[in-house]
């Protein structure tokens, strides 16, 4: 927004008020190849990868690892995912592997689900070091002091113009943008007014519970035989596409035959132990009725997770991994994702003005917030001068 014109632009930080997220996290994955084969995605993904380097170096901070992303699974899915990064001019990094397991010995995937693409750009963020960097490279490329300013605290209501803490501290503004993920819908449901229909009615935005397994390995085993290790996103017993799995749409397909995996990374919050960390599997959606209010989302975040799901992914990491020592049983964390009809982002703006939603990041949005954030803005502002941005999910 402060690159599109805006004089000052207010982040309302819920996180650094306490609030809970499924950002707080040490390592999200990005690639140029999405998985549902989704051109736009792929687009984002590449841009965002691309810019990383300069936002780094102008934060005086670090955020990506690039240790590469290897997608793996049966020909015609992994050909698609190809063919999305190339539709997207993002497909001269990759490259096809003949065969995975002589290049990486410690994986064996099952029969069928062989066929492997490898991006050698890609790599994982860490969320919230990205976050403060994004920050920091903000206020470095502004000349007037102040012109971006982080206050933590919660959002209690919103209304075009206005936002209302839960302090009591009031905020005003030319324009609101509301991204609270899972927790925009009792927000705004709970602001009433223009503020209460801009996801549309309930159901219009699906948030799914879902479940992340942490498997600690050793520091050895770490630097040597994970050493080179990339991102993983190993497709395994895929549905038909139309079949059981598939009514969530594309997304929910994919994943529920599917898992993400990252290479080692080092949790401080865990004792500074080191994990393999993977999710995936069927999507598990709240009732439409529970995101009216905080609690349900609040109280899931909280948790562990669910129990079955956790053992399901460390069952399929060990079948993948069979070599691989890990310590003891996998421990488990509890995460969300907020999915709408279209597949895509979703901007919604009050038919007032003064007021926008952004949702719906698919389970894909953390890696390309940097892309996503400047569709965003360009859309705010050709809005504000009485044109439409080119993206379908603009409304």
Not at 75 to 83: D, H, I, P, S, T
Not at 108 to 137: T, W
Not at 140 to 168: D, I, R, T
Not at 356 to 382: N, W, Y
Request: proline share 5%.
């Amino acid at each position: 927004l402060l690159k599109e014109h805006a004089s000052k632009v207010v982040v309302v930080d819920g996180r650094a008020a306490g609030l809970g997220s499924s950002h707080a996290d040490r390592a999200r994955l990005l690639r140029s190849a999405d998985a549902e084969g989704d051109a736009t995605w792929s687009r984002r993904n590449a841009e965002s990868l691309a810019a990383f380097e300069g936002i780094e170096a102008q934060a005086g901070r670090r955020f990506f690892t690039r240790c590469g992303a290897l997608i793996v699974g049966p020909n015609e899915w992994v050909a698609r995912a190809k063919g999305a990064a190339e539709r997207a001019g993002a497909g001269g990094s990759l490259a096809e592997v003949s065969n995975v397991a002589e290049r990486w010995p410690f994986l064996a995937p099952v029969e069928g689900c062989r066929a492997a693409l490898f991006d050698g750009n890609a790599g994982y963020i860490e969320p919230l070091a990205m976050i403060e960097a994004f920050h920091a490279a903000a206020s470095a490329g502004e000349p007037s002091s102040g012109a971006l300013e982080v206050v933590p605290g919660v959002a209690a209501k919103v209304a075009a113009g206005e936002v209302e803490l839960e302090s009591g501290v009031r905020l005003t503004a030319d324009h609101v943008v509301v991204c609270g993920g899972p927790l925009s819908r009792s927000l705004l449901a709970g602001s009433g007014g223009e503020a209460a229909q801009l996801l549309g009615g309930k159901g219009a935005l699906r948030v799914s519970r879902r479940t992340v397994a942490l498997l600690e390995v050793s520091e050895g085993t770490a630097a040597g035989m994970l050493a080179a290790m990339p991102t993983i996103k190993y497709a395994y017993n895929l549905p038909a596409a139309g079949g059981e799995g598939a009514s969530g749409g594309e997304q929910s397909r994919v994943e529920s035959g599917s898992v993400y995996i990252l290479p080692p990374v080092r949790y401080p919050e865990r004792g500074g132990r080191l994990f393999v960390k993977l999710g995936g599997g069927p999507n598990d959606f709240f009732k439409a009725d529970e995101l009216e209010s905080r609690e349900a989302v609040d109280t899931w975040l909280d948790s562990e997770g669910d129990a079955a799901s956790a053992a399901s992914l460390e069952r399929v990491l060990r079948l993948l991994m069979p070599t691989v020592p890990f310590l003891g049983e996998a421990e488990s964390k509890a995460c969300v994702t907020t999915l709408a009809p279209s597949g895509d982002v979703e901007v919604a703006h009050a038919p007032g003005g003064g007021l926008s939603a952004v949702s719906a990041c698919q389970g894909k949005g953390a890696g390309p917030a940097d892309a996503i954030g400047r569709e965003v803005a360009r859309a705010l502002t050709l809005r504000a001068k009485g044109k439409t941005a080119d993206r379908g999910s603009d409304r």
